[in-house]
């Protein structure tokens, strides 16, 4: 298969945003005990994130129709700044933005995990970076799943058990204190290994929680899949 030297250059520059996005979806992984004292890390984390996914992933990306991740991208980001700075000024509008908030970042994060994934099929050679690239997707589910638990803790605070949950300062907002919490534990559930924060009792505690779960496990079987499948049609 032969490649041009601007097919080259741009394809470098995509496996430059897998490492990149990978590395960055681990700082917010690690970063979460911090966040839980610096309230607004986690906000500034998920700007970065969101940007260098724009900018260095999504721009260099073998799909097109870009326009889609853009108009996301951009939205979550500038709810993520609006919404943080409404919880220090104007906590009603804060609380009421908390919603669409989270649910713009769920659809964001869905959207660039999807993307990736066509992304990682088309790719001419399977390298070091592709490979850091499928593992970057797979941490992209579980920080959506991360926002998907904050949003079910908005809607439905009976879902979650709260003593297994950080004490909430009376002064502070519910939703940023809970949030790294809430995070850990959809990391939990996509790895299979568990957590306690939700009330077994909850219907929608436990749809949530498998919900992610199968999530991850048929992100590693539908990418081994495909694959594979591609491998097999080369050979043939």
């Known amino acids: 298969m032969k490649i041009t030297r601007a097919q080259l250059a741009r394809l470098r520059k995509r496996h430059f945003g897998y490492r990149l996005t990978l590395g960055v979806e681990l700082a917010v992984l690690l970063l979460l005990p911090l966040a839980q004292s610096v309230t607004w890390l986690l906000s500034v984390l998920w700007v970065v994130l969101a940007i260098e996914m724009l900018v260095f992933l999504s721009r260099y990306s073998a799909l097109g129709r870009r326009s889609l991740m853009y108009g996301l991208g951009g939205l979550a980001v500038v709810l993520e700044i609006i919404w943080h700075l409404a919880l220090v000024w104007t906590p009603a509008l804060g609380k009421a933005l908390t919603l669409p908030h989270v649910m713009v970042w769920v659809a964001f994060l869905l959207v660039t995990a999807i993307r990736k994934v066509k992304s990682l099929v088309r790719e001419p050679f399977v390298t070091f970076s592709v490979v850091l690239g499928a593992a970057s997707g797979y941490l992209s589910i579980g920080l959506a799943g991360g926002v998907l638990l904050t949003?079910?803790?908005?809607?439905?605070?009976?879902a979650y058990v709260a003593a297994a949950l950080p004490p909430v300062s009376p002064m502070g907002d519910i939703t940023v204190a809970v949030a790294p919490a809430l995070m850990a534990a959809a990391f939990s559930l996509l790895?299979?290994?568990?957590?306690?924060?939700?009330?077994?009792?909850?219907?929608?505690?436990?749809?949530?929680?498998?919900?992610?779960?199968?999530?991850?496990?048929?992100?590693?079987?539908?990418?081994?899949?495909l694959i594979l499948g591609r491998f097999h049609q080369r050979v043939n």
């Open 191 to 225: 790895t299979t290994v568990g957590t306690d924060v939700m009330n077994s009792a909850n219907v929608t505690a436990q749809v949530v929680s498998n919900l992610i779960t199968i999530s991850g496990q048929l992100y590693v079987a539908i990418l081994i899949g």
């Open 151 to 158: 949003a079910l803790w908005v809607l439905q605070p009976s």
